[in-house]
């Protein structure tokens, strides 16, 4: 059984309804730590050893968080720069996280075909993701295609109802170990991959 | 001077209250029936202990029925009143009309005279404002929409006793049981005999001078007096308000009752109402008991021996035909749930002013002595009854509705459970009200310093003034029913003490505290109060954060700097709460307070090490190992953050 470890990014989770549905599932599901990051360092102030230790402590790192100019919230980029530290994520004793599963998780309002060539963002969702997938790759960790929400502000409350359904799937699925191959090349997103 | 007598019959009514009422409340009654208990025991028919004097007693103890209303008047803000009209009027109207008509048929069916039936109704319509309200209170009912129906109907009760006394002697005159002419009609004096324009001068006159009283000088003879700092001459100054608005009513042909009510309603919006309230409330409690006491003592049970089942057939009757005639009306004015047999049980008794007005009925001549003491006998123990009425309100019929209303649809109206309260509103407390105020909240103010009420108010806050340390000043404020209480006082002992008091109190009750120091924090932790802040502590580390910018440091730099040390004291916290529970008598001599938490403080920090949060920022051991790779040297300035001598 993995251990999972969800780090949450939203500043104003009262007003996202994606978020409050993917949060409320998420707490839910046995062998998951779902850490809200805003709700834990209010003041930006990051208690590197703890969150360290945390990532010790888990198999699967998911960051959760919406799309703000097509990367993380600020406090989730400030998790990066202090808690990935050299000689602990990378560098030539930084291994401690090596062999570890990571994904994104995100939500955006634009809808799937706005992210191409042909739509306003231009570049893909995955195309977008090449820091995070670059920060993976450098410490050592195996990526995994994105879990994404699209065209948040129009869902309907069924539809955020089974966004968050596959969700509870998708980690119960990451935590039994029962996903099928899910690779960053031959999967577009993990949505399509979820065993029901 | 000393009247022994006077000493003796304290004594024993004191003593009947405290061996009766505490058993009566634990065996789940309430304190009125331990009140009538403890009467009947002293009474003439049981030790014999107190006889004739306790009419006596009754007429001092009802200024204590004339406090309750000044109370329940401190409660009606004008406008509560002016929205509430149709119950009082409405409501109180049908309920006197119709029980009347009722118990007037009944009578009239007995065999009574016209004039003698109507005289009954009337009088047995009106029901009990003391065992009414003291009950609903202790059951706390009077805010339950049948219990304030209750309420409105012995408002208008309490307005219709003046025109049934005028009412009497006109039925005397229509039909006594002696000759009309050899009846003597009360001498008329005082008021009573001024023509009736000088009679309604002197009733708006009066009115209007409780009114600007309340309204416009009360509030300067309130700070003036609570300026001086003496809680004993507040309390003369609000007893001289009360009882000078009971006499001027009384003066003018009104009853008492109503004119302290009338005071109380103009003084509700007042922002000295709560230590009003505080002053009045065990001086009211104190009278109250000894009123029921002395009705308990004046049961006379030689009559009941006489006639038992007669006495009691008449009482299960009056009560079934209140009964039933205030369960139509409730249903009437859409009292639903379960709350319109609340109404309909309070009010199914007779009235204390019942005793009054037989008595005036039987100089009038209208009933013969014996009737007249039958009908005194039946509003006795049907005042008796109410509290078991009420129990059975409480054990059967509630959790009946209760059963039935979670079979149907779920109560929609959310408790307004937002309350708040501020315990000192000083320079701190301020700004943590008004933050909380420009978030959206609610609060209630509790200050005890008159100066800055004052200021305060002008500015449109609602605060009140009073002594926060008084726990009865806290459950006015409405402690039972708050979420969250901020304890911003600046006397720290008694901050401490109600700390302590509430956790024992309301154990579920948040408190957010101000501390002194690190010690005053230890105190409220080792009460269990959690949310506790320093009042210097953040202020200072703001102002060093701004002193090592002038010094040198960035601006973010700064900032970080005081983070690092904020969060750093916070464990360091931690570890000296956990030294100072093992060794709190070492902590605790006053004069070497501050040095102790120097030195233990300093040592606690020497022996901890801070772990270089910004470490990732810092590319010095990057720098270092791709030195090593290259085969270059490392850079000259290594490890220590710029702007550091």
């Known amino acids: 059984m993995n251990k999972i470890l969800i780090l949450f990014a939203h500043p104003a989770l009262q007003k996202s309804r994606v978020h409050s549905a993917l949060a409320r599932v998420a707490r839910d599901v046995e062998g998951v730590t779902f850490c809200d990051l805003y709700d834990r360092y209010p003041d930006f102030f990051i208690d590197v050893h703890r969150e360290q230790q945390q990532l010790l402590d888990h198999d699967i790192i998911l960051w959760q968080h919406p799309f703000y100019w097509y990367s993380c919230p600020a406090l989730l980029k400030e998790w990066m720069d202090l808690v990935l530290e050299h000689n602990f994520a990378y560098g030539r004793q930084g291994t401690h996280l090596h062999g570890k599963k990571a994904l994104t998780v995100l939500s955006t309002g634009g809808s799937q075909s706005v992210y191409s060539r042909k739509g306003d963002h231009h570049y893909s969702v995955k195309e977008l993701l090449a820091p995070f997938h670059q920060t993976t790759r450098l410490c050592g960790m195996e990526y995994l295609a994105p879990f994404v929400v699209h065209g948040s502000h129009l869902l309907t409350v069924d539809e955020i109802e089974q966004y968050a359904t596959d969700y509870r799937k998708l980690l119960i699925a990451l935590r039994d170990g029962t996903l099928p191959e899910v690779s960053w090349q031959d999967t577009e997103y993990i949505n399509h991959r979820i065993p029901s | 001077m000393y009247n022994q007598d006077f000493f003796l019959q304290a004594m024993i009514y004191l003593l009947a209250a405290v061996m009766t009422v505490p058993l009566a409340k634990k065996a789940g009654l309430g304190s009125v029936p331990g009140y009538l208990l403890a009467g009947v025991i002293i009474g003439p028919f049981v030790l014999g202990w107190v006889g004739q004097e306790s009419e006596k007693v009754m007429h001092f103890a009802e200024f204590g029925v004339v406090l309750m209303l000044f109370l329940i008047g401190l409660e009606m803000q004008p406008s509560l009143l002016w929205k509430t009209r149709h119950s009082i009027f409405g409501m109180g109207g049908m309920q006197v009309a119709t029980t009347a008509l009722v118990i007037g048929a009944a009578a009239w069916l007995m065999g009574f005279r016209l004039n003698q039936s109507v005289a009954i109704g009337l009088i047995l319509s009106l029901s009990s404002t003391a065992i009414v309200l003291q009950t609903l209170s202790e059951k706390g009912l009077q805010k339950n929409s049948g219990g304030r129906a209750a309420i409105s109907v012995l408002l208008f009760q309490d307005l219709a006793v003046i025109p049934i006394l005028a009412l009497l002697p006109l039925l005397a005159v229509i039909g006594g049981i002696t000759d009309v002419k050899n009846q003597v009609p009360p001498p008329e004096e005082g008021f009573a005999a001024l023509p009736g324009t000088v009679q309604l001068l002197l009733i708006v006159s009066v009115g209007l001078a409780v009114i600007i009283t309340g309204r416009f000088i009360a509030r300067h003879i309130f700070r003036f007096v609570a300026g001086s700092g ?416």
């Open chain 2, 230 to 645: 003496m809680k004993e001459v507040f309390t003369a100054s609000v007893l001289l308000l009360v009882i000078g608005s009971a006499y001027g009513t009384a003066k003018i042909g009104l009853s008492p009752a109503l004119g302290t009510f009338i005071a109380g309603v103009v003084l509700a919006e007042n922002e000295y109402r709560h230590e009003l309230e505080v002053t009045i409330e065990p001086i009211k409690g104190l009278l109250l008991g000894l009123f029921f006491i002395s009705v308990g003592a004046s049961i006379n049970f030689v009559l009941f021996y006489q006639k038992p089942l007669l006495i009691l057939g008449l009482v299960l009757l009056l009560i079934v035909l209140k009964f039933g005639a205030l369960w139509v009306i409730a249903r009437a004015f859409g009292l639903r749930h379960g709350r319109h047999i609340l109404f309909a049980l309070s009010l199914a008794q007779a009235s204390e002013f019942g005793f009054v007005l037989v008595s005036f009925s039987d100089t009038l001549r209208i009933f013969d002595h014996e009737t007249s003491s039958l009908l005194i006998m039946v509003i006795i123990l049907s005042m008796a009854f109410t509290p078991l009425l009420l129990i059975i309100n409480e054990k059967l019929v509630r959790p009946w509705y209760v059963r039935r209303r979670n079979k149907e649809v779920p109560d929609k109206i959310p408790e307004t459970g937002n309350k708040i309260i501020i315990a000192g509103f000083g320079r701190f407390g301020l700004v943590v009200g008004r933050l909380l105020m420009a978030n959206g909240f609610t609060v209630t103010i509790l200050d005890s310093n008159p100066a800055n009420v004052e200021i305060l108010r002008k500015y449109g806050f609602k605060l009140f003034y009073g002594d926060v340390t008084r726990p009865e000043m806290l459950e006015a404020a409405g402690v039972k029913d708050a979420r969250l209480l901020v304890l911003t006082m600046a006397e720290d002992d008694e901050a401490l003490k109600i700390a302590a008091w509430l956790k024992k109190h309301y154990p579920r009750l948040k408190i957010a505290a101000r501390a002194r120091d690190t010690f005053h924090e230890f105190e409220f932790y080792k009460l269990g109060v959690e949310m506790v802040q320093r009042e210097t502590f953040n202020s200072a580390v703001e102002l060093g954060s701004r002193s090592l910018h002038y010094l040198g440091f960035n601006r973010y730099q700064a900032t970080r700097a005081a983070l690092t040390f904020k969060h750093h004291e916070n464990s360091i916290m931690r570890e000296l709460y956990e030294h100072w529970l093992k060794d709190e008598t070492h902590f605790i001599r006053e004069s070497r307070r501050f040095s102790e938490q120097l030195s233990e403080t300093l040592q606690a920090e020497r022996d901890f090490s801070i772990h270089d949060t910004d470490y990732a920022w810092d590319v010095a051991s990057v720098r270092k190992e791709k030195a090593e790779e290259t085969g270059k040297s490392d850079g000259p300035s290594e490890g220590k953050p710029s702007g550091v001598p």
